[in-house]
């Protein structure tokens, strides 16, 4: 079983993929030891390999790890990284995706099986552009992260920034979701007793804290056990659901494709399944690279068969009442308030790690001191956080909280950034890279697989922004998702309106 003081840090670490500088999030002895892709380079036997056999000069001026990872001292286990794994694609967010089947039917349900291959294909060629050869053949790690790869690519000039905008939009997306999920089961749990709004506000509140982090460590240990809760609740819904299999209703799931509707389901879909971020971190961190691939493999087989599962008994089991949030479909409103007030917990605590990590992105780019760029720092010298770059970090967390307010529609706001950033980063740029930097070296077949994932992902991407965007737009003027839906259709409301 995984251990627990090593899971915690384990996580911290996959932070420090997208942060790279933040020291202060993981300080400590234990958890500064387990670094990223330690640019060393190593024989088979374990030493050193000489300067004068670099095979490239420029990449000879940094410390390279060889593929068999040499220096195992406080790495992780193929077990960690899955559980890692595990927790970015089968997260908080499953709950909306009964939903998804609602929008896109039995199409839906092929379509998470298809992404989660796909993201794990793409998962796996975004770690082989890390290594190059040398000049005896080894394969020989030179990169360390997805910025370094689109560096590589694109230059340094455009590269890593676009990699770190989609990635900061993507972050802070998902933070605006935990936020507005919050809101929404905690309007689910107690209905007119205040509106979406108001919960939304209340539920912002305690986040108001996270402006002062300097360390994950004790929200990492809540999360860990939250996540364990999480996946307790999902196995009580699983069970509920099979109770009422007599009355499954089998006969409204969707067999045909409805354009206005599957693009949402699909963007849903993409959204959850985006982990390619945080791969090189965890690739470089395992004791054994070589069992890299199989992780994959069976965290994104085990992935798509949950979701697959749990979508498709879920809708049985409420048809065409599915709402947004599975739970608040539960039967009782004492059953339905204990489970989402466990995942209002989840959400709140799963709410620093990506804030703190898009703070981070911000703050190493724009405010990286005098000498270095317009902007002073926002440390001083003793390293605490100035007051300024505190009202800075508050704003962050009320920019969230309004943009939540603003867009009270849970699912299509996941489809929405799903299809934006989740393809690019999921589908379509770990191809392009893998084509121009292992061009010479790839089959005919894998060159037609990267060109179709690309195509694949460009045409989701499109569809999917423009049938979300549209669909949201409806939705606020309180409009049925699908235009061709007779004006007495259930509207798309928000969860106060419902009740």
Not at 33 to 40: D, L
Not at 283 to 298: A, I, Q
Not at 341 to 352: E, H, T
Request: glycine share 6%.
């Amino acid at each position: 079983m995984v251990n627990f003081r090593e899971q915690v840090f384990t996580s911290m670490n996959v932070l420090k993929t997208i942060c790279p500088t933040c020291s202060t999030c993981c300080d400590g002895n234990d958890e500064e030891k387990i670094g990223f892709a330690k640019y060393e380079r190593f024989d088979d036997s374990g030493h050193e390999l000489d300067d004068a056999n670099e095979w490239n000069q420029e990449k000879s001026e940094k410390k390279i790890v060889d593929e068999d990872n040499n220096d195992v001292d406080n790495k992780i286990t193929e077990w960690q990284a899955g559980w890692n794994v595990t927790n970015a694609i089968q997260g908080m967010f499953i709950v909306s995706f009964p939903y998804a089947v609602l929008q896109g039917g039995y199409w839906a349900i092929v379509a998470m099986v298809l992404v989660a291959y796909i993201c794990c294909y793409t998962g796996k060629i975004l770690v082989q552009c890390l290594y190059e050869e040398d000049e005896m053949g080894r394969r020989v790690r030179v990169r360390n992260s997805y910025v370094e790869v689109a560096e590589e690519v694109l230059g340094k000039t455009i590269g890593g920034k676009i990699v770190n905008c989609a990635q900061l939009i993507e972050l802070l997306m998902t933070c605006i979701l935990y936020v507005l999920l919050s809101g929404d089961l905690l309007d689910g749990s107690f209905p007119n007793l205040i509106d979406l709004s108001s919960w939304i506000v209340l539920s912002t509140f305690f986040l108001l804290p996270c402006a002062f982090l300097q360390s994950l460590r004790s929200v990492s240990r809540l999360s860990f056990w939250c996540s364990v809760a999480h996946m307790a609740i999902n196995a009580i819904i699983i069970i509920y659901c099979l109770t009422q299999a007599s009355a499954w209703k089998w006969k409204e799931v969707q067999i045909k494709i409805d354009i206005w509707t599957f693009p949402i389901s699909l963007g849903i879909i993409v959204f959850s399944y985006t982990s390619q971020i945080f791969l090189p971190a965890l690739e470089g961190n395992l004791t054994n690279r070589k069992k890299f691939s199989c992780m994959m493999h069976v965290t994104h087989a085990a992935a798509a068969a949950f979701k697959a599962i749990f979508s498709y008994i879920g809708f049985l089991t409420w048809g065409i009442s599915t709402q947004e949030v599975i739970t608040n479909n539960l039967p009782t409103q004492t059953f339905k308030i204990i489970v989402n007030v466990i995942l209002v917990a989840k959400a709140l605590l799963s709410y620093p790690l990506p804030y703190y990590a898009a703070v981070d992105l911000i703050e190493t780019s724009v405010f990286r001191g005098k000498g270095v760029s317009m902007v002073p720092s926002c440390l001083n010298e003793n390293k605490e956080l100035k007051i300024w770059a505190v009202g800075l970090r508050f704003g962050l967390v009320l920019i969230t909280m309004f943009l939540a307010i603003s867009i009270p529609y849970f699912a299509i706001l996941m489809s929405l950034i799903g299809s934006f950033t989740g393809t690019m980063l999921s589908f379509v740029w770990p191809c392009h890279f893998h084509l121009r930097l292992r061009w010479y070296r790839l089959k005919w077949y894998e060159k037609l697989a990267d060109f179709t994932i690309i195509l694949l992902g460009v045409v989701f991407g499109g569809i999917g922004i423009y049938y979300s965007a549209h669909a949201l737009a409806r939705a606020v003027k309180g409009l049925p998702t699908d235009p061709h839906k007779m004006p007495t259709a259930p509207k798309l409301l928000k969860t106060d309106e419902v009740h």
